[in-house]
C-alpha cells in the first residue's frame, strides 16, 4: 500500500504571498491531520478532516484554513504568508477519526518564506 | 486541557547501552499515548502505542514503554542501544499535544 503523499515537498514563498500544499491518504483512510513542526514551537496540530467536515482545529489564526474532498485528499492553504510560518508541514491520516487512531505521517512540504 | 513534557531535548548514549528516553503527561481523561520516531527530513514513524489494557506496550525495533497512571509517565525504553535508533523521538497524547521532542546520540 503506499504511504502518505505530500506535495510539493519543498517550496519558497514570499511575504503575502499565499500557498497551498496537498495531502494525499493512505487508500482507505478517511480522516486527514495536518501539523506544523519548527525548531521552536515543536510539533503542533493545525487541523484534523474526517468525511470532508472539520472535525478539530489547533490554536493557529484564520490564515491557515483547510479542506478535504470526496476522496479523502486534503489541501491546506495560508494566506497571507508571514516569515514565521517557514516550518515543515506534516500530513497524518488515520482509518478513523478518533484520538486513539494510529496515524501514519507523510514526508512533509518544507515552506521556506523570505 | 492535556500537555506533554519530555525531560532532556538531548540523550547521549553508547552503542549497547540501555536507552531511556522520558515522559510524562497531563490529561484530564483516560490517556491515548504515543511515541514516535523521526529521522531527518522525514515524516513521524510509530513506535507504539497505549491505549487500554496491558501497561506495557511492545513496539517496534525493539522500544517498549510502560504507561504508569500515578507517576503520569510513559517512558520509552530499549535494552540496547544501536546506530540506527539515532533520531528525534516524540512523545504525544493523542493526536493533539506533542512533546518537545528528544534526540537521541548514540555514540559508537
Known amino acids: 500500500k503506499a504511504g502518505v503523499t505530500q506535495t510539493p515537498r519543498y517550496l519558497i514563498k514570499t511575504r503575502g504571498q499565499q500557498v497551498t500544499l496537498s495531502c494525499s491518504p493512505i487508500?482507505?483512510?478517511?480522516?486527514v491531520s495536518w501539523y506544523q513542526q519548527t525548531p521552536g514551537q515543536g510539533l503542533q496540530f493545525l487541523f484534523e478532516?474526517?468525511?470532508?467536515?472539520?472535525?478539530n482545529k489547533g490554536n493557529f489564526p484564520g490564515r491557515f484554513s483547510g479542506r478535504q474532498f470526496s476522496n479523502s485528499r486534503s489541501e491546506m492553504n495560508v494566506s497571507t504568508l508571514e516569515l514565521g510560518d517557514s516550518a515543515l508541514y506534516l500530513c497524518?491520516?488515520?482509518?478513523?477519526?478518533?484520538?486513539?487512531?494510529?496515524?501514519?505521517f507523510g514526508p512533509g512540504t518544507r515552506l521556506l518564506v523570505l | 486541557a492535556q500537555s506533554v513534557t519530555q525531560l532532556g531535548s538531548h540523550v547521549s548514549v553508547s552503542e549497547g547501552a540501555l536507552v531511556l528516553l522520558r515522559c510524562n503527561y497531563s490529561?484530564?481523561?483516560?490517556?491515548?499515548l504515543f511515541w514516535y520516531v523521526q529521522y531527518p527530513n522525514q515524516g513521524l514513524q510509530l513506535l507504539l502505542k497505549?491505549?487500554?489494557?496491558?501497561?506495557l506496550v511492545k513496539g517496534i525495533n525493539g522500544f517498549e514503554a510502560e504507561f504508569k497512571k500515578s507517576e503520569t509517565s510513559f517512558h520509552l525504553t530499549k535494552p540496547s542501544a544501536h546506530m540506527s535508533d539515532a533520531a528525534e523521538y516524540f512523545c504525544?497524547?493523542?493526536?493533539?499535544?506533542f512533546g518537545g521532542g528528544t534526540r537521541l546520540m548514540v555514540k559508537p
Open positions: 497524518a491520516s488515520s482509518l478513523a477519526e478518533g484520538g486513539e487512531e494510529t496515524q501514519y
Open positions: 487508500s482507505g483512510h478517511r480522516s
Open positions: 478532516y474526517f468525511s470532508e467536515t472539520q472535525r
Open positions: 490529561s484530564s481523561v483516560p490517556p491515548y
Open positions: 497505549y491505549t487500554t489494557g496491558a501497561t
Open positions: 504525544a497524547v493523542t493526536m493533539l499535544t
